[in-house]
């Protein structure tokens, strides 16, 4: 990738475009989990989840935020990639950005049908301990 990607906490100023991201790469997880009858933009469903009550690191590229992730105590709750900047490193960076803060045994659900992000996690020592659970010692 030769635009340079910049790893660094979460600000408030960062919401609406946390939330374009939240919003598009949730639509397409939930495509490839078969349940898309779950989606709901994060405007709403921050109410029902608790990703604010979470560590959140964004990755941008170009002062635009491209991939975001969130994690407490020993699991990592998201990691979201926008879909043109897949396949580039970013979630990557993002979880060896955050690997080093979460308690060990660490864990992640992740729907059996996302080979992609199974493929990530494996790469960086997640191991699946159920179809839809990966854990990290």
């Known amino acids: 990738m030769s635009e340079e990607v910049i790893i660094r906490k979460y600000k408030n100023t960062d919401y609406v475009q946390l939330c374009k991201v939240h919003d598009e790469a949730r639509m397409q997880e939930l495509i490839v989990g078969n349940a898309v009858d779950l989606y709901a933009p994060l405007e709403v469903a921050i109410y029902k989840e608790?990703?604010?009550s979470e560590t959140i690191y964004v990755a941008e590229v170009n002062n635009r935020i491209v991939s975001f992730v969130a994690f407490k105590e020993n699991e990592l709750g998201y990691i979201y990639v926008l879909k043109d900047f897949q396949g580039k490193g970013i979630g990557?960076?993002?979880l060896d950005t955050v690997i080093p803060y979460l308690?060990?045994?660490?864990?992640?659900?992740?729907?059996?049908s996302n080979i992609k992000a199974k493929r990530l996690y494996k790469s960086r020592g997640f191991v699946e301990e159920t179809k839809e659970k990966m854990i990290l010692h």
């Open 103 to 112: 308690e060990r045994p660490a864990f992640l659900e992740v729907f059996p």
């Open 92 to 94: 990557g960076k993002l």
């Open 50 to 52: 608790e990703l604010f």
